[in-house]
């Protein structure tokens, strides 16, 4: 049997943009990224701890050690600037595997940045 789990996340980041105007995705920092496990074009669910909103989108890098949080196109709709959310990405393994996986979790400070 093969479950879904969860695979990496990053907790509690603040959104540093929202720009309507764009093809769609998350932009996030790529030391964020890198400390998470979570790589470009991956599938993640973003959940809004201000207004309780959750999507699914994918991951576009931004620039390294900038903390950029930035939901893009539609999504941008479901965020303000400011806003705390959590990003999330899952894997599929067999039942056995998922019993000894151990997530990659990351709590950046108040600025979105790694804490060292």
Do not use: W
Not at 4 to 21: D, F, G, P, W, Y
Not at 52 to 58: M, Q, S
Not at 68 to 90: E, K
């Amino acid at each position: 049997m093969i479950i879904e789990v969860m695979k990496s996340k990053i907790h509690r980041v603040r959104v540093t943009q929202a720009e309507l105007n764009y093809v769609g995705s998350i932009t996030i920092d790529e030391d964020l990224m890198e400390a998470a496990n979570i790589i470009a074009n991956e599938k993640v669910q973003i959940v809004n701890n201000n207004n309780g909103a959750r999507l699914e989108t994918y991951v576009i890098p931004g620039k390294r050690a900038s903390g950029t949080i930035c939901l893009n196109g539609a999504a941008a709709r479901l965020v303000q600037v400011g806003d705390i959310v959590i990003i999330i990405s899952y894997a599929q393994m067999e039942m056995e595997e998922a019993k000894k996986h151990v997530p990659s979790l990351v709590f950046p400070d108040d600025n979105n940045q790694l804490i060292k």
